[in-house]
């Protein structure tokens, strides 16, 4: 992976709504010794509550509105050509709802998260709360993952679960793994820019000490003390 060690990463968070998980992203920034600053907030749709969010704390915002382009390559020309003008080193889409394109992704590969709602490989695509419910699962949860062509495929960073009780309606999942979400998010980030990820064929494997784990418990969940 070719994000390294070094001053913090500059990190362009990509969005289309609220802006949740950019807001969480951007107060573990806050903290001096987070190896990344969040450097712009993207948005492919100009009402995203998550630009006037970013706007308040003096994060730097842009819109690239999918609707004045032609075609999906100059759309993501254009989104290029910003992340580039800000020296993005790292991308995390945090519900940025346009499906990317292998060039788009190529160009970035290794060096953009995001976050889905659920413990992918199951549930990749929309209305996973409604779908997880549906299946009858035990657990639902969500998943930080390095980006790839194929949709909510790439290899997995963190994962948290929570329970399905029997009362869960899709609002009441989505409201107990938002804040799942968010924790395991600035874990994943907090890794990837300070050069703790490296894949192995489909893998991350993830150096980490116990600094590295302190601030979160949510690596304690996958971390069984023998890696
Ligand atoms: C989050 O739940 C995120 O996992 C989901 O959109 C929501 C954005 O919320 N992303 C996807 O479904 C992408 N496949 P936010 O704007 O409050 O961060």
Same mark, same amino acid.
């Given at each position: ?17 609220? *802006? ?128 790839? @062509?194929?949709? =909510? ?15 869960? +309606?899709?609002?009441?999942?989505? +409201? ?18 300070? *050069? ?10 993830? =150096? ?13 969940? @996958? ?5």
């Amino acid at each position: 992976m070719d994000v390294t060690p070094g001053p913090r990463r500059r990190v362009a968070v990509l969005v289309s709504g609220r *802006g949740s998980n950019m807001m969480a992203l951007a107060e573990a920034c806050r903290e001096p010794s987070f190896p990344a600053e969040i450097a712009l907030v993207l948005s492919n749709r100009p009402d995203a509550g998550a630009l006037e969010r970013a706007a308040k704390l003096g994060i730097e915002t842009a819109v690239v509105d999918h609707k004045a382009f032609d075609s999906r390559l100059a759309f993501e020309d254009a989104v290029h050509d910003r992340l580039v003008d800000a020296k993005i080193d790292i991308i995390c889409l945090a519900g940025f709802m346009r499906i990317l394109s292998g060039s788009f992704v190529g160009r970035w590969q290794g060096k953009m998260l995001n976050v889905h709602p659920s413990l992918l490989p199951s549930f990749p695509g929309l209305d996973t709360h409604a779908r997880a419910l549906e299946a009858g699962v035990r657990l639902h949860g969500c998943t930080v993952h390095i980006v790839t @062509p194929e949709l =909510d495929a790439g290899p997995i960073v963190v994962q948290a679960a929570i329970p399905v009780f029997n009362r869960d +309606t899709p609002e009441s999942l989505a +409201t107990r793994l938002i804040t799942e979400e968010h924790r395991c998010y600035v874990v994943g980030l907090r890794l990837m820019a300070a *050069g703790r990820l490296t894949l192995e064929g489909e893998r991350v494997l993830i =150096d980490r000490d116990e600094e590295m784990a302190g601030p979160s418990d949510v690596l304690r969940f @996958p971390d069984t003390g023998q890696g």
